[in-house]
């Protein structure tokens, strides 16, 4: 499986006031009324909405959200529903949040969707990533709770879990328990794991499977806190198996130097027989700009070759 970054990474740099231009995702053509791309990412002072004619070559549209972070849009047959983390009490605590548009230009008034009220999910609930379930209703996965990493002065997410709903909004019925959290990691690459991150799932990409992408903040063999993404497998989207290639996106080390520290979070889109995976990558540890950019996958059928026909 050979995912090849486009010659014109990185494809959204930060604005020029910030350091960050980050957590990206997306609406293809064939989902949008004005038949362009939409990409919906954060940067310091909220959620920024971009569009596009080509998905490559990008132009700031509007601020979506003054204070959202870590976006998630889920297109509806009518509405656009813009998901997204919500910091309060100085950044002691986070809740999800929701905004639908009709147009994707008027967005509603925000409100809470999911809170966290779990011991193990801490005070934070965040990354977002809504799908519709397979017999009815939706599925929300999210992290909770937050690991600190010294090295990088950054927090992290530290457990992943699910939630069911009847209808976009709510009301969500949590799975429970997280579905992944700090844990040793069996791969040489991703040494030893510091928190589960987030994860991304879609199906209809594999035969009878969904696939996520999860980017675990792991140690490196030098002990250096950093973040890479896996691919994932699973039957019903609670068990889940590790692509044994894992980790297909990781910190290049040095060239591309935009990406050479951490990589973080992603979407999936198909055009035609490939696969995008957009992506924000940081180029530095506990100082570092962070950009938006893209890896092609030509052949979709190479992203499980083995996947049961």
């Not at 809740?95 to 967005?107: A, N």
């Not at 068990?239 to 951490?262: C, F, K, M, V, Y």
């Amino acid at each position: 499986m050979d995912w090849i970054d486009h010659p014109a990474n990185p494809l959204i740099e930060p604005r020029w006031w910030n350091w960050l231009a980050g957590d990206p995702t997306l609406l293809a053509p064939e989902q949008t009324p004005d038949r362009r791309w939409h990409l919906f990412c954060n940067n310091l002072l909220g959620i920024y909405q971009y569009h596009s004619v080509d998905g490559v070559r990008w132009r700031l549209l509007q601020r979506t959200d003054r204070f959202g972070i870590r976006p998630w849009i889920l297109p509806g047959e009518a509405c656009f529903h813009l998901y997204f983390q919500r910091f309060h009490r100085f950044f002691r605590s986070s809740r999800l949040l929701l905004r639908s548009s009709r147009d994707l230009l008027h967005w509603s008034r925000p409100r809470t969707v999911l809170r966290p009220d779990l011991p193990w999910e801490g005070r934070h609930v965040s990354n977002p990533c809504v799908l519709v379930a397979p017999e009815s209703g939706f599925w929300l996965y999210y992290s909770a709770d937050q690991v600190y990493l010294k090295d990088m002065s950054l927090w992290e997410p530290r457990h992943i879990s699910r939630a069911w709903a009847p209808a976009p909004g709510g009301p969500w019925v949590k799975h429970g328990t997280p579905l992944f959290g700090p844990e040793p990691e069996p791969s040489q690459a991703l040494r030893s794991v510091a928190g589960a991150g987030a994860i991304k799932v879609y199906k209809g990409f594999i035969p009878g499977h969904y696939v996520g992408f999860q980017n675990r903040i792991y140690r490196n063999r030098s002990g250096q806190s950093t973040s890479a993404v896996g691919l994932l497998r699973s039957p019903d989207g609670l068990r889940w198996e590790a692509h044994p290639d894992n980790p297909i996106l990781a910190p290049s080390g040095g060239t591309p130097h935009w990406r050479r520290a951490q990589v973080y979070q992603v979407d999936l889109k198909r055009v035609g027989r490939s696969l995008r995976l957009y992506y924000n990558a940081r180029d530095g540890r506990r100082f570092g700009r962070e950009r938006i950019g893209l890896a092609v996958l030509k052949d979709a059928s190479r992203l499980w070759p083995e996947a049961p026909q």
